[in-house]
């Protein structure tokens, strides 16, 4: 059973950066597309960026494109989300997964941009 934790959230003014960590236990995610979701209350959770199991291709929503890249280390099975010139509207709970046949989703990072 895969168990996927995220980390690295918190309060930051916007235009800042934070670097959010998913690193997950119980099986390997070298072969597999990863990816970043976020949710905000009363909203489905949404596609923020994807990388492909080697890190040669990437994906992004066109809401953070220019902002947000999504690094990942294999030998530590983990991704990263890297967030630059964040905006308020990037307040949400983050969240990694597989980019499509998901697994069970972890707890979130909260994210949270200040005005």
């Known amino acids: 059973q895969v168990q996927l934790a995220e980390s690295g959230g918190g309060l930051v003014q916007a235009g800042g950066s934070l670097r959010l960590s998913c690193a997950a236990s119980?099986?390997?995610?070298?072969?597999?597309?990863m990816g970043w979701f976020r949710q905000t209350p009363g909203k489905e959770r949404e596609f923020v960026a994807a990388i492909n199991w080697s890190g040669s291709r990437t994906d992004y929503s066109v809401s953070v494109k220019g902002r947000f890249t999504i690094p990942r280390d294999n030998a530590k099975n983990t991704i990263y989300l890297q967030m630059n010139s964040l905006k308020p509207e990037d307040t949400a709970v983050y969240y990694c997964?597989?980019?499509?046949?998901?697994?069970?989703w972890g707890q979130g990072t909260q994210v949270t941009v200040s005005s």
């Open positions: 119980g099986r390997s995610f070298v072969l597999i597309e």
């Open positions: 997964n597989r980019r499509t046949g998901v697994w069970s």
